[in-house]
């Protein structure tokens, strides 16, 4: 375990690494896992790696991995070396594999595939566990046919338990009679998943593992070649595992596509701020007594490992969005306006939008709600009404909305004071709410029933097109 020096028993610096296969997106619970690495690193002052796991040559495209460098750039996941790809790495994979074999750590299966296939189906018949069930464990190589295809298997001990003290889990223990010889080599001399990861994690010197606890039992078969390892080179020490349970939707059940958004570039399309998703995530199974909002500084002081809870945590999409709006509404006014415009298209003025902002952040919860809220700013003449807003808009409202026209072209100073002075006049004159006036006014300046307040929507859209807007819905 590491002190809070950052350093594991041997003084090792801690070293992290985070290992996503490329799927096609960066997957919302693997971002979690990446944060929970990173942060680990930075909180102890060590190292965080980053490895692309791209054996799987039919999924492992150029751009999938884009997508995941991508969607770790977004949430602000910077690693201290460049990523390692694993399918560069196969020959190092294959030399471990030809090392147990010569320290009679592994063996030659000459095992074919129909052989197998009837040890399972024998197996299926007496009810008994799936795996290889050794026969090639103490055999001669000699007895195979000459030439015959041969996959490299691990000698898993026979007898006694393998434990893992695990950060998140507690001790795990598993009976070694469990698992059984599995390959390292395939017959084409490819390395299985098994083996690569091992070899990875060790060669990046990596003293913790945290992971998504779908892994757990990966753990006790790679620990087997670790131990296989410590008599052959130096360097194969065994890591700090940390088995960190996976998401679920509020239904309980594992996170899937029936649940919503997947990947973190769903999340950054949906209008949510990578701020508020990295804090979102972080508190998704950890926590800091009542604290819900943390700074990326705060969050590396305070995250430890052993504080992430046992059980799944469960994804709250309302949550999320009202802690996205939190982060709007902190969020700065040029940032913001630079985000939206893209949204609302090439018509949008930032300098306009970042002096609309501190109005237009006050309800939005995401950045697509906030280009919806923004859009009246560039409407072409005449605006197109939505029904509601129309609605108001009878004939005894668009000879208000001609009274008022009237009043605002012989006002003289267009400010937000003068503006409401001059309507609230107008609503007593007609013993009024002002609200009974305001509403037709938004629906006319707007085009919809929702905006910031109107006088900010007057000075806003400025004198000019103001009025003309008004005069458009008034048939003056």
Known sequence: MASSSGKVSDQRLVVTRFAPSPTGFLHIGNARTGLFSWLYARHLGGKALLRIEDTDKKRSTQEAIDVILEGLDWLGLEFDEEPVYQSERADRHAEVAMKLLENGQAYKCFASSEELA???????????????????????????????????????????????????????????????DFILLRADGTPTYMLAVVVDDMDMNCTHIIRGDDHLNNAFRQIQVIRAMQGIEDGWEEPTYAHVPLIHGNDGAKLSKRHGALGVRDYRDMGILPEALFNYLLRL???????????????????????????????????????????????????????????????????????????????????????????FLFKQRPLELTEKAA???????????????????????????????????????????????????????????????????????GREESLARINDQAGG
Do not use: C
Request: charged fraction near 30%; avoid cysteine; charge should be negative.
């Open 391 to 461: 609605s108001l808009l009878d004939d005894e409202a668009k000879q208000r909305l001609s009274a008022i026209s009237e009043r605002l072209q012989a006002e003289t100073d267009w400010t937000i004071e003068a503006l409401e002075a001059s309507l609230k006049a107008y609503a007593e004159e007609l013993e009024l709410g002002l609200g009974k006036l305001a509403q037709p006014l938004r629906a006319a300046l707007t085009g919809q029933t929702t905006s910031p307040g109107i006088f900010d929507v007057l000075v806003l859209l």
């Open 118 to 180: 009837e040890m399972r189906e024998q197996q299926k018949a007496k009810k008994q566990p799936l795996r290889y069930d050794g026969r090639w464990r103490d055999r001669d190589p000699s007895e195979a046919p000459e030439g015959a295809p041969f996959t490299i298997r691990i000698k898993t001990p026979e007898g006694g338990e393998t434990v893992i003290e695990d950060a998140v889990q507690g001790r795990v223990k598993v009976d070694n009679r469990e698992i059984d």
């Open 285 to 375: 199974g950890w926590g800091h007594g009542d604290q819900e909002e943390f700074s990326r500084e705060e969050a590396i002081a305070l995250f430890d490992i052993n504080g992430v809870n046992k059980g799944p945590s469960r994804f709250d999409m309302k949550k999320l969005l009202s802690m996205n709006g939190n982060y709007i509404r902190a969020a700065d006014d040029a940032r913001l306006a630079s985000l939206v415009a893209p949204l609302i298209g090439p018509d949008a003025d930032q300098a306009l939008l970042t002096k609309a902002m501190p109005e237009l952040k006050t309800r939005a919860r995401d950045l697509n709600e906030l280009a919806e809220g923004a859009s």
